[in-house]
């Protein structure tokens, strides 16, 4: 779902929430878009909920996985498709040094 921000901010605070819900050790399973053959078209034919254009913010890999990053997660593990249009990886909550 994040491909509907246009910014990292709101990606950036739905992770951050994530990361407050889970218990130590707990999983975040997410997925990612890094292209679509479609985009352009998409973004042509379909409205976002505020009736404008929909223009999708595909974000390479290593920007989600920043982002994950940031939120107090480790990368535990990624698959990607043959084409290399979705990922679905797998993190894991670490706990901060101080609060061991």
């Known amino acids: 779902m994040f491909e509907l921000f246009s910014d990292n901010a709101l990606p950036a605070t739905a992770l951050a929430g994530i990361y407050d819900s889970l218990k130590s050790g707990g999983y975040l399973i997410y997925t990612n878009q890094p292209w679509h053959p479609e985009q352009e078209f998409i973004s042509k034919t379909l409205n976002n909920h505020r009736g404008s254009s929909w223009v999708m913010r595909c974000r390479s890999q290593a920007e989600m996985d920043q982002l994950v990053e940031r939120a107090g997660f480790k990368k535990v593990t990624m698959r ?7 990922t679905v990886s797998l993190a894991i909550k670490t706990v901060p040094a101080d609060d061991e």
């Open 80 to 86: 990607i498709d043959r084409f290399g249009i979705f």
